[in-house]
């Protein structure tokens, strides 16, 4: 049997493409190999949404260059948003290349490698105007009992600093009726907790009116009537599209957590406007208090840039400030990474790397001096948690994540999949622990 191996760099989205690109590659014949060198297809499933991931890639590439030197007939395939991004030069770069595909154009991956890798077109490129749905893919996933679900591709926004526009292209919701046939499918299968995924998740449904009238809080209580479905995650929401309707349906249906990731990116609401955001400062903080009003025991986490260009120090200072208010229970923060082709990237006023780095710190430590804080309140307190192995850290425990989606690492006899009570007893910035109460449901 011919075999693939896929790596995948970047967000949940990537993640979930790379489980329909090994879908369909098992579709075609391919079986997985344990690592790249016994593979005969190697797929890189890229990111490009800051500097970073693109200089990892750029290693695992030199990585690729023996093992194709080594092994002429393999057949490297790039995908993603670097692919995207790059377009033809991606050959240039790399000319050991066979095949580059955009984030929309997976459902072609089939085509071009072909029955048993045969007949591989070289130097093919997907193009971006093709972009289709990979949800109808078939799916090989990671757990039997969790699933991500794609509601939609591509977003509308035009925020300063992000490629993602460019390279998923513009929003496209999915039918309502294909998610819940999906939803539906995999709780038979077994799956109790699903993420809705989509770029901009909570924007959902606006380009499907007036054929179908909807919006994503509908969306919500349909997958939470579905009978088996016990948790339901989303991700990522945009501030500006959290109505009325979405945080209702959020206090109102049983399975939907109480968590949600809700990106601040700056405090400045003058660096808001610059980042296109179209949301201030204190618009946010009302949306937090509106949020915690409804949903009692929110955990809320975030995405915060530093050195966006112009940012001020008095700029970073309200950033503090916003969060010092909301007191995140996670945030993952970045230094702000110019982006060809983006409106920021011709932004004057750069900020130096060196103060960059300085902020990040300081931001760093307020977040994670917060989160320590906020899970050591959890301490006393029992969780419902989905277990989903033996602890990373200590193979003597399990290890799962709470409804408000904190990992906790607990003693206990539950498998995997089932959802068990503990009663926490003791706290990180990142992780609780504790010890299993009782099953809630076997
Ligand atoms: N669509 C999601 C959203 O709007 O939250 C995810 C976008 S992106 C995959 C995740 C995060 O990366 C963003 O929320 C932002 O904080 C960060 N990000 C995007 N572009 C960036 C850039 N050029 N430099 C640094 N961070 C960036
Ligand atoms: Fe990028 Fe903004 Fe769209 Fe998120 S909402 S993907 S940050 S453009």
Not at 326 to 342: C, H, W
Not at 357 to 376: D, F, G, T, W, Y
Request: charged share 25%; aromatic share 6%.
């Amino acid at each position: 049997m011919r075999r693939y191996f896929v790596t995948t760099f970047g967000c949940q989205m990537n993640a979930h493409d790379s489980e329909r690109i090994k879908g369909t590659l098992e579709s075609i014949g391919f079986g997985e190999a344990s690592s790249r060198e016994e593979a005969d297809v190697l797929v890189f499933n890229t990111c490009t949404i800051r500097e970073k991931p693109d200089q990892r890639f750029a290693a695992h590439m030199g990585d690729a260059k023996v093992l194709k030197q080594a092994n002429p007939d393999a057949i490297v395939a790039v995908g993603g948003c670097y692919a995207e991004a790059q377009r033809e030069r991606l050959f240039e770069l790399y000319p050991f290349v066979d095949v580059a595909f955009g984030p929309g154009t997976i459902p072609h991956l089939a085509d071009w490698i072909g029955a048993d890798g045969q007949g591989v077109a070289r130097g093919s490129f997907g193009i971006a105007e093709e972009r289709s749905f990979s949800a109808t893919l078939p799916l090989q996933r990671e757990r039997r009992f969790q699933a991500w679900v794609q509601v939609s591709m591509g977003c509308n926004s035009k925020c300063a600093y992000c490629i993602v526009p460019s390279v998923r292209g513009r929003e496209v919701s999915r039918r309502p009726g294909e998610i819940l046939a999906e939803v539906s499918r995999l709780a038979g299968e077994g799956v109790r907790e699903i993420t809705l995924l989509g770029q901009n998740v909570n924007s959902w449904g606006r380009d499907l009116l007036p054929d179908v009238r909807t919006e994503f809080g509908e969306l919500l209580r349909a997958c939470d009537a579905v009978d088996g479905i016990e948790r339901i995650r989303f991700t990522s929401p945009h501030p500006k599209d959290f109505r009325d309707p979405v945080i209702a349906a959020m206090a109102e249906s049983a399975a939907v957590c109480e968590h949600i990731h809700l990106p601040l990116q700056s405090g400045s609401s003058r660096l808001l406007k610059a980042m296109r955001r179209t949301y201030d400062a204190e618009r946010y903080l009302r949306l937090v208090d509106r949020l915690r009003a409804a949903i009692p025991d929110l955990a809320l986490g975030t995405d915060v840039i530093v050195g966006f260009p112009g940012e001020t120090e008095a700029d970073f200072a309200e950033t503090l400030r916003v969060v010092e208010a909301v007191r995140y229970d996670s945030a993952f923060t970045f230094i702000y990474s110019p982006r060809r082709g983006t409106e920021a990237a011709d932004l004057p006023d750069q900020v130096p790397d060196g103060v960059k780095h300085e902020r990040l710190e300081r931001l760093v430590e307020v977040v994670q001096r917060i989160a320590a804080e906020r899970n050591a309140e959890r301490i006393g307190r029992v969780e419902e948690v989905l277990v989903e192995g033996s602890s990373r850290t200590d193979a003597a425990l399990l290890r799962g994540r709470t409804r408000r989606n904190t990992t906790a690492n607990f003693a206990g006899d539950a498998r995997p999949g089932e959802l068990v009570d503990v009663l926490v007893q003791g706290s990180t910035s990142m992780t609780l622990r504790g010890r299993q109460a009782a099953l809630v449901a076997a």
